[in-house]
């Protein structure tokens, strides 16, 4: 006999508002439904309604944890919409902004993994050695998290020669704990019973299933934007894709943590190859007619801005294809055949965030059940 | 009618209700100050857990629907005097506690198997699937537990000369030393601390309760008083569960006299009931929760294993 658990909309596991169907025999899953909706905030109908240059600032609250690369996914979009060239110094201060951007994501996805299997010391360690990312987005761009060094054709701000010594030594200690928290992962025999052989995503799943990023990158999946369609100024920058073989928990975790510091060793090479010169171009009010594709490498995966411009200050219209919303399919090998103790560790270990991956899911209030409405049925709608 | 009075003070003073709340209380305070200290976090001050039952005994009892019956209103009480109960049967301030049978032993495991009987039958009767999924992963986990648990008691039974009173075993001791210094219970004794900790539920056995996957397990639906009272009767348990421990392995209650001043026994009893759930803090701090599969088959390979060793050795060396 199976019955359904719910996982959500409200549950310890989830930090954000999703709703799991899952089906299980025993502790065994069988089957996986998911039903997304919760935290739509139509977003990219906001878009289309703002200038270039508020939309700029909306776009950054797509997501808590990555505004960085959602603004500058939109700014790279936007960009070659326009036309306008980014000075160079403004390249290095964007890359850099990103991925102070990526090390505290993937700290921050490392603490709630280590939760998620009942971890809680390592849990509240990983969250204090967030804290040396934090403080130097603090530094350089003025706020903890919804800040971005980046702005429409540059560089939101400069960052001083001043605040180097302090960016390195943060940089220093970064790489210092991550080593050790690498060593603790890989070698802690509760961790390694918990993460090895669950959550299994195949090289050739995650080819079919269309997964980005560390989840893809976990199961041998070399991709990566950064490399193979480089902006900002990552084209001029030595750093490795960091690829595992095995696909599971103990992978992710393992991918991302090197990641980390890939990325501490990213910015050192920013720092010291920054040029100087003017941090800003000048972006025109209103767009010419045009249509671009702006991709970055979020901390979660590939990133994608759609803008279509019409000659005006507002955008026609604005898709955003969030690196969530496209790993959402490969949950599903991954939990089936696993048991419910997995659940929250396997859902985690997408990294998913909600709000920027919600959209919206027309239930029957009556029965229950989620339909499709039709592009015509929605034409009715409007008239 | 002295011997009467005396059996209520000992039921609700000493060392019943009164003193055992205290004592497990504290100790649960304590607990989650250490563990702030070591997840570098300032942690509650070590009273908080009076605060926390104060506050919950204050609050609307909400019980759904669903779970509205017999056995889920009856068990918080159940498990707490059955708690109550093994503190009676244990030798807490002398070798002599305050209730004895032919078989002390045997009593005091099985009303400890009270509360986790009592828990699973709570989550069954919640009519909540975490409920219900905490409760089987609670059968299991007891089964795992428990065997180890009994054959490291057995051993000790045996050196003692198969004595299942408690006050001849704290004797035994004072002659001979501590069980946990004699070379062959030293696996019991290693195998039984394991055990404790998949009793008290506590990480890398939190299984039943794990938050992250099954909310809170059998206690889900609990609210206001009835949760303050299993949350005293977990505290209890936690007492009470070293206490065993400290009166098999570790001498019991040994009175002293430190430059002319008579100290009490309980006094080193609890000192050493405070070194275990020191202990038992330290490993629920730097381990991750284990799966039910894995748990089972680490209690009843590895405790197991060393409990049934030390058995052998005591009978046939």
């Given at each position: 006999m199976t019955f359904i658990i719910p996982i959500g909309p409200q549950h310890p596991a989830l930090e954000e508002p999703t709703h799991f169907r899952i089906e299980v025999k025993g502790e065994e899953i069988v089957g996986v439904d998911l039903r997304l909706g919760y935290v739509h905030r139509g977003i990219e109908k906001a878009l289309t309604e703002r200038p270039y240059a508020h939309g700029f600032y909306l776009s950054q609250r797509v997501c808590g944890i990555c505004n960085a690369t959602h603004s500058l996914a939109f700014t790279r979009a936007v960009e070659s919409v326009a036309g306008v060239e980014c000075p160079d110094r403004a390249r290095y201060i964007r890359v850099i902004d990103a991925e102070l951007e990526r090390i505290h994501s993937h700290l921050l996805w490392a603490g709630i993994a280590a939760h998620e299997i009942g971890f809680t010391t390592l849990f509240m360690l990983l969250w204090r050695d967030r804290e040396h990312a934090l403080d130097m987005r603090e530094l350089l761009f003025g706020n903890r998290i919804y800040a971005t060094g980046t702005y429409l054709g540059g560089a939101r701000v400069d960052i001083e020669q001043k605040h180097i010594p302090q960016l390195t030594r943060a940089l220093a200690e970064l790489e210092k704990s991550t080593k050790h928290y690498i060593?603790?992962?890989?070698?802690?025999?509760?961790?390694?019973?918990?993460?090895?052989?669950?959550?299994?995503?195949?090289?050739?799943?995650?080819?079919?299933?269309?997964?980005?990023?560390?989840?893809?990158?976990?199961?041998?999946?070399?991709?990566?934007?950064?490399?193979?369609?480089?902006?900002?100024?990552?084209?001029?920058?030595?750093?490795?894709?960091?690829?595992?073989?095995?696909?599971?928990?103990?992978?992710?975790?393992?991918?991302?943590?090197?990641?980390?510091?890939?990325?501490?060793?990213?910015?050192?090479?920013?720092?010291?190859?920054?040029?100087?010169?003017?941090?800003?171009?000048?972006?025109?009010?209103?767009?010419?007619e045009n249509e671009a594709v702006g991709r970055v490498e979020a901390p979660r995966g590939e990133l994608m801005y759609y803008v279509r411009s019409n000659g005006t200050n507002k955008p026609e219209r604005v898709r955003i294809r969030t690196p969530s919303y496209a790993n959402w399919p490969s949950v599903r090998p991954m939990l089936v055949g696993g048991t419910i103790a997995e659940i929250p560790i396997v859902v985690a270990s997408i990294d998913p965030c909600f709000s920027c991956t919600d959209r919206v899911t027309i239930v029957d209030a009556k029965t229950g059940k989620s339909r499709i409405e039709t592009k015509e049925e929605l034409r009715r709608l409007r008239k | 009618m002295i011997e009467t009075l005396g059996y209520i003070f000992a039921y609700f003073v000493f060392p019943g209700i009164l003193f055992a709340s205290a004592v497990g209380l504290l100790f649960m305070g304590i607990d989650r100050k250490i563990t702030g200290h070591m997840q570098h976090r300032i942690g509650p001050p070590i009273w908080q857990e009076f605060l926390d039952v104060g506050k919950l005994f204050c609050k609307e009892d909400v019980t759904p629907a669903a779970a509205n019956s017999f056995v889920f209103n009856f068990v918080p009480l159940l498990s707490f005097g059955a708690l109550i109960a093994v503190v009676l049967f244990l030798p807490i301030n002398s070798a002599q506690p305050v209730l004895t049978s032919v078989a002390d032993l045997i009593v005091i495991i099985y009303l400890l198997n009270i509360p986790a009987v009592c828990m699973m039958l709570a989550g069954y009767a919640s009519g909540c699937p975490f409920g219900t999924t905490g409760s089987s992963r609670y059968v299991v986990q007891l089964f795992g537990y428990e065997l180890a648990f009994i054959i490291a008691a057995l051993a000790v039974v045996a050196k003692a000369g198969w004595s299942l009173s408690l006050s001849s075993i704290v004797t035994y001791q004072a002659q001979n030393g501590w069980m946990a210094f004699q070379v062959a219970l030293i696996p019991a004794a290693i195998a039984i601390l394991i055990a404790a900790q998949g009793k008290l539920l506590r990480v890398p056995f939190d299984i039943p309760e794990a938050e992250s996957e099954i909310v809170h397990g059998p206690l889900t639906e609990y609210s206001g008083p009835k949760l303050a009272i299993l949350r005293i009767a977990y505290d209890i348990e936690l007492f009470v569960a070293t206490a065993v421990i400290v009166v098999l392995f570790f001498g019991g209650p040994v009175p002293h006299t430190i430059g002319g001043v008579y100290i009490p026994g309980v006094v080193g009893f609890l000192i050493k009931c405070f070194g275990i759930v020191v202990l038992s803090t330290l490993i629920r701090n730097i381990a991750a929760r284990l799966r039910i599969d894995q748990a089972l088959k680490f209690f009843w390979t590895f405790p197991t294993l060393l409990a049934a060793i030390s058995l052998f050795l005591v009978m046939v060396v």
């Open positions: 060593d603790v992962c890989t070698s802690d025999r509760t961790i390694i019973a918990r993460c090895t052989g669950v959550g299994v995503l195949t090289k050739k799943d995650a080819r079919e299933l269309c997964a980005v990023g560390p989840t893809a990158r976990a199961s041998g999946v070399d991709f990566d934007i950064r490399r193979d369609d480089p902006y900002a100024a990552y084209d001029e920058i030595l750093f490795d894709v960091v690829t595992e073989r095995d696909g599971d928990v103990l992978a992710k975790v393992v991918v991302r943590l090197r990641e980390i510091l890939e990325s501490i060793e990213i910015i050192r090479q920013a720092i010291d190859a920054m040029p100087k010169g003017p941090i800003r171009a000048k972006f025109p009010e209103n767009v010419p | -």
